[in-house]
């Protein structure tokens, strides 16, 4: 509201909105409990650092070439994520309670920037970071947004936009972007901004729009990049189009380190314009093989030729050698295509047959003005942008090309971006590096003699530390067990798509399981020893935590093999991911007849080998192994076996859960029962608690208590215990006392 953002003239202070605050904090004081408000505003300030220092170190990870130039601190960004880690550290010392409350406020005030101040806020940019002339009363339905750099050919880009949103009754928004440095408040580049916005809209003001609104945009931005995708957010655009010079600019890039990003995070769709050269086209080309970017590509081509009276050719590619029922489906899939376009007029449906989809593409873009493409169904670990084959025909066109991506739906646009941050932050691997850690892993996944000697050796190793109850032979067991190798193969295969790589890999894992197996068993028929240890029963009882650990092993694994810089670490890995010991359980269990322990040391064996082969696969793909040749083909051969291993985590985890849950309440029950025996105890002089244990039965919990008594114990004592404890338990308790009678002497 107007009145809260008032300023005092002198300071720019807003002594109303402080007032508010401040007559809030008190009422919360006054009317609620201080130390919990004190711990809620603990809590929103750690919050608050955590968001600033978080989006700093983001910012200072993956800080681009088209950012604004500025000082760079040393490390960078250790500071700001030291400072994270602390933050973070310090929250679970607040207490349950006030978190619980912190994070219910914080909701509200989520709530309540979506419904209002989100609104306000891009109003109040306006003047600030956002300059642009005043709209016209009528509301656009199309929205184009046109972002233009100095020099660019506007004139082209604007005739594009305007055609586009024409026939929709649009407006076209074109935008400069001012970058300023991080170190400096956006509020700085204002002065400069407002310069550029009215040389940027003078520039403009020749442009023949016809009934289309034109709105030149000027944006201050610490990016190129991040300019662009915040206007097209707030001004809620429908396609933005983008002139591409042809080449990336950048090693590793795909288009360049400014269009890179806004077309991964794009919030509408995208239409790339190569050089930006757009012609009056009389023929327009657009090839497709179905999907939703080649309908959209269809709708944009509809637009451009009716605005200049051409003709369409929808072309399809079929390769040599396609069975004759391909050219039915073929036109089926055209006439997909063009559905509901209403242009039957204006299109020239085309199949051709050739030994190749590229050049054959390429040649008939000749005969034609301009050619639209649709981006390639890309997968979610793709590292293209706009799909293979489209990049590559744009790349070797010597016409003028566009190419159209379609919004994703939100559920699958978050999950992408998610994905591409979490890539980002990893190192990618060149193409020789990849190839090496292929054949390497590949060598070590085949089961030869080597392998076999290993894990008998291995085997032994561990079985004879768990009969002897001996941590440090089973680490000896750890270290030199070579299984951890074939699943490392299977995470490869998955990740390239291999079926054969994977066929080797699963074949030596099942080999060397029934051979550790094999091996303990026959360990424990011979051996003497019979009783079950700890470490045998610490490997019968896995819980999430072991899951969690799994997941980590199997990423550290992928990536210590993938990197050289870190393969020292391989040993501390093998003693992490421990999949030996759990085999030697299962043998010893199936020896004595115990199935309970083989049954548990066979869970946290598939729990270890699971967890492993998805974080592995994963890492392997955020190190930039991608499927080769058959990209699509492989690419569902990633997807299908992705879906198998995830379905095999949640039948793991849900046993594991059970037993966590199980682990938890056991855990829980001891600490009361101790609290309570501690203070009924302490109240009666002469008795001194010892310990305790608890045995649980399906409808009592058996507890045996055993004291020291200096006196006499008082009738009922036991009786008074058991029912302090039912009392806090809320279930019936059968206690059992064992008393010390002990005595006291005193030398001077």
Request: hydrophobic share 50%; charged share 20%; proline share 5%.
């Amino acid at each position: 509201p107007g009145l809260l953002r008032r300023q005092a003239p002198r300071f720019r202070t807003p002594y109303a909105l402080l007032g508010l605050v401040g007559f809030g904090a008190m009422l919360f004081c006054l009317l609620g409990d201080l130390e919990l408000v004190a711990r809620m505003g603990s809590l929103c300030a750690l919050w608050a650092m955590s968001m600033v220092v978080l989006g700093d170190a983001i910012r200072m990870r993956s800080r681009g070439e088209n950012e604004a130039e500025g000082f760079r601190l040393p490390m960078a960004p250790l500071f700001p994520a030291l400072a994270l880690v602390v933050c973070l550290f310090l929250v679970p010392t607040m207490g349950i309670r006030p978190i619980v409350a912190c994070g219910v406020w914080l909701l509200g005030g989520l709530v309540f920037y979506l419904g209002y101040v989100k609104e306000k806020y891009v109003e109040g940019q306006e003047g600030v970071v956002v300059f642009k002339k005043k709209r016209e009363e009528r509301e656009a339905e199309y929205r184009v947004l046109v972002p233009l750099g100095p020099g660019e050919r506007q004139t082209e880009l604007i005739k594009l936009a305007v055609a586009l949103a024409d026939q929709e009754g649009g407006e076209v928004l074109p935008l400069r972007v001012v970058t300023i440095p991080a170190q400096l408040a956006l509020r700085e580049g204002a002065r400069m901004a407002e310069g550029v916005e009215s040389v940027f809209s003078w520039s403009l003001s020749a442009e023949d729009t016809g009934q289309v609104l034109l709105t030149p945009t000027t944006r201050v931005a610490r990016s190129v990049s991040q300019g662009i995708l915040d206007t097209a957010t707030e001004e809620k655009c429908d396609l933005l189009v983008l002139s591409w010079e042809g080449h990336s600019g950048t090693k590793g890039g795909v288009l360049g380190s400014v269009l890179d990003p806004v077309v991964q995070s794009a919030p509408c769709d995208v239409l790339l314009v190569k050089d930006g050269a757009v012609s009056e086209p009389d023929s327009i080309l657009l090839p497709t093989r179905g999907g939703t970017h080649a309908a959209m590509a269809a709708r944009l081509a509809v637009k451009l030729a009716r605005w200049r009276g051409a003709k369409v050719t929808v072309l399809y590619v079929s390769r040599e050698g396609a069975p004759a029922e391909e050219r039915e489906d073929a036109m089926e899939l055209i006439e997909r295509t063009v559905e509901g376009l209403e242009a039957d007029d204006l299109i020239v449906p085309k199949v051709i047959t050739a030994p190749g989809v590229v050049g054959a593409i390429l040649k008939e873009a000749t005969k034609h003005s301009l050619m639209i493409l649709g981006a390639s169904e890309e997968g979610l670990f793709g590292r293209v942008l706009f799909g293979t084959i489209p990049e590559r025909i744009a790349r070797k066109s010597e016409s003028p090309v566009m190419i159209a991506k379609q919004h994703a739906p939100l559920p699958q646009f978050w999950v992408k971006r998610l994905w591409n941050a979490v890539y980002r932050a990893f190192p990618t691997l060149e193409a020789e590096e990849r190839s090496t850690v292929y054949q390497q892993i590949r060598e070590s996944a085949r089961a030869d003699i080597d392998f076999f000697v290993m894990i008998t050796l291995s085997a032994t190793i561990a079985t004879l530390g768990l009969l002897l109850n001996s941590a440090a032979v089973i680490i000896g067991g750890m270290l030199v067990a070579p299984l951890m190798s074939p699943i490392i193969g299977i995470a490869m295969a998955i990740a390239l798509g291999n079926a054969r790589l994977l066929r080797d890999g699963v074949e030596s894992t099942i080999k060397g399981i029934f051979l550790a197996v094999l091996v303990a068993l026959l360990l424990a028929r011979i051996l003497p020893i019979g009783n079950t240890t700890e470490e045998i029963l610490a490997r019968t009882t896995p819980n999430l935590l072991d899951l969690v650990i799994a997941l980590a092993s199997g990423a550290a694994g992928a990536y210590a093999v993938s990197r050289k810089d870190v393969s020292a670490a391989l040993p501390g890995v093998a003693i992490a991911a421990a999949l030996v010991p759990p085999l030697g359980v299962v043998g010893i269990g199936l020896a004595g007849g115990q199935l309970a322990v083989a049954g548990g040391g066979l869970l946290l064996f598939g729990t270890n080998l699971v967890g492993i082969t998805l974080a592995g696969t994963v890492s392997l793909l955020l190190l930039g192994f991608r499927p080769v040749g058959e990209a699509r083909e492989r690419e569902s051969r990633i997807r299908r076996w992705l879906v198998v291993s995830i379905v095999l985590l949640l039948v793991v985890s849900l046993p594991l859960g059970l037993l966590s849950g199980r682990a938890i309440q056991a855990s829980q029950e001891e600490e009361v029962v101790s609290r309570v025996l501690v203070v009924e105890l302490a109240e009666i002089e002469g008795v001194s608690l010892v310990h305790f244990e608890v045995q649980r039965q399906a409808e009592t919990l058996g507890v045996t208590v055993t004291a020291y008594v200096s006196e006499e114990v008082q009738e009922g004592l036991a009786e008074d215990l058991a029912a302090a404890l039912g009392r806090e338990l809320d279930r019936e308790v059968r206690l059992r006392l064992i008393s010390i009678p002990v005595s006291e002497t005193t030398v001077p």
